[in-house]
């Protein structure tokens, strides 16, 4: 059965940083691309990030860009996503989602998230 | 980036209804569109991908049509558990991009 468990979210001040963990099972998990969507209150999903398979591609939405950085250890079936510079309309639930085999990108198993809140 | 505009926005409807929702896309995605269901306090659950392929365990009364820019998502059937938000995203092109969602109501 595939599994995947968020942690690390919590309150924090705008400006600062956070790292998201998502623990992988029931699944191979260096076979698979992997992603973040975000989910801000009362909103509908934005996808957040992705990361290939191998780790050696990126891709990010525009409003994350050089403030985010998704990485995965395929040694410890773990996906991150190391937030800095943190805002306010970063608060949101963050999921880590995986994408089924191959290049179709839709989300197949979402975890349960992790909720982010930046606020002063 | 590619823009999902669904309607409504939300419908009531009782058990037995047929429910339809509707998806468009500001650029033609050929069918590379997903469904997705969510109930508070959940994860959006996949239903359907490739605009009309059901995802393994989601009940048959559920299915989607359509290609280029104009979406579908059908419920033949409502049941009670159906009653949740829908949303469909496009996988075409990056970014990866969701719709408004509609929530279906019990009336």
């Known amino acids: 059965e595939v599994q995947l468990a968020e942690s690390g979210g919590g309150l924090l001040q705008p400006g600062g940083s956070l790292r998201l963990s998502c623990a992988a099972s029931g699944f191979t998990f260096s076979s698979y691309a992997m992603s973040w969507v975000r989910q801000a209150p009362g909103k509908g999903p934005e996808w957040v990030s992705a990361i290939s398979a191998s780790g050696g591609s990126t891709v990010y939405v525009d409003s994350v860009k050089g403030r985010f950085t998704i990485s995965r250890d395929n040694s410890k079936n773990t996906l991150y996503l190391q937030m800095n510079s943190l805002r306010v309309e970063d608060t949101a639930v963050y999921y880590c989602?995986?994408?089924?085999?191959?290049?179709?990108?839709?989300?197949?198993?979402w975890g349960q998230g992790t909720l982010v809140t930046v606020s002063s | 980036a590619i823009q999902l505009t669904q309607s409504p926005s939300s419908l009531s409807a009782s058990v037995g209804d047929r429910v339809t929702i509707a998806c468009r896309a500001s650029?033609?995605?050929?069918?590379?569109l997903a469904w997705f269901q969510q109930k508070p306090g959940k994860a959006p659950k996949l239903l359907i991908y490739d605009a009309s392929t059901l995802e393994s365990a989601v009940p048959s009364r559920f299915s989607g049509s359509g290609s280029g820019t104009d979406f579908t998502l059908t419920i033949s059937s409502l049941q009670p558990e159906d009653f949740a938000t829908y949303y469909c995203?496009?996988?075409?092109?990056?970014?990866?991009?969701f719709g408004g969602g509609t929530k279906v109501e019990i009336k």
């Open positions: 650029q033609g995605i050929s069918s590379a």
């Open positions: 989602a995986k994408f089924p085999y191959g290049a179709k990108r839709y989300f197949d198993y």
């Open positions: 995203q496009q996988f075409n092109s990056y970014p990866l991009t």
